[in-house]
């Protein structure tokens, strides 16, 4: 059973364009929501993070839209950079000593010079 | 401060062989994760050790087992690798009272 739902599973976009990543999820308990870039060959790191107090924050040029009603929250990359081509995973976790991350499927942003 | 380190990075095993991949962490995180990696399905927790003495499965265990030897280390065993396996397998660790996961750079297994 998938519990966080991503979309799209690949997008290409120009540069200096916008990159809008998608996520869903169904379980209410999960009270923190982070977004991991991951290149190839590596592991992924920690891009942003939200919790569901807030409806958005912003990093830089990475924004984290959240909305708690309908359980969607998304990452939205201003001014996309060749060198944001990587792998995108959204997450979610619920309270507790282990904080065990769920993950999404991962959307594969190709930015075009 | 080499943060999670995880050896091997590449491995070929044939079906029915046993091995233990090595993860070690160097940031007195009490928190640490094994996932796996497969194209389309994101990363899936194997099993987790939410503090030193403490280990539980996570969403995918049958077919490994996990060993938290110290604070700094986790290892994950496949006793008889199958072809289901192959995968990239991560660790994770966390530091208690933070959120954030570090994750190693990956071992790359493939199961003939």
């Known amino acids: 059973q998938q519990q966080v739902k991503q979309s799209p599973q690949s997008l290409i976009v120009q540069k200096g364009g916008i990159s809008i990543i998608n996520c869903a999820y169904e379980?209410?308990?999960?009270?923190?929501f982070p977004w991991y870039q991951q290149f190839p060959g590596k592991g992924p790191a920690l891009l942003i993070a939200?919790?569901?107090?807030?409806s958005e924050k912003k990093e830089g040029r990475f924004t984290i839209s959240f909305n708690k009603s309908a359980k969607q929250f998304s990452l939205h990359i201003m001014d996309s950079q060749p060198g944001d081509s990587a792998t995108y995973f959204c997450a979610a976790s619920i309270p507790g000593s282990a904080r065990q991350l769920t993950f999404g499927s991962g959307t594969q942003l190709t930015v075009l010079p | 401060n080499a943060g999670v380190t995880q050896t091997p990075k590449f491995q070929v095993l044939k079906t029915g062989q046993s091995m233990t991949l090595q993860c070690a962490q160097d940031m007195n995180h009490n928190s640490m994760y094994w996932y796996r990696q497969d194209p389309g399905m994101g990363l899936r927790l194997i099993y987790y050790?939410?503090?030193?003495?403490?280990?539980d499965k996570g969403e995918v265990p049958n077919g490994y087992n996990v060993s938290r030897l110290n604070k700094r280390e986790f290892s994950l065993r496949l006793e008889s690798a199958a072809p289901s396996q192959t995968s990239v397998y991560f660790c994770a660790s966390r530091s208690r009272g933070m959120n954030e996961q570090f994750f190693g750079p990956g071992t790359r297994l493939t199961v003939l």
């Open positions: 379980n209410t308990a999960f009270d923190y």
């Open positions: 939200i919790r569901p107090d807030v």
């Open positions: 050790s939410a503090s030193e003495g403490t280990t």
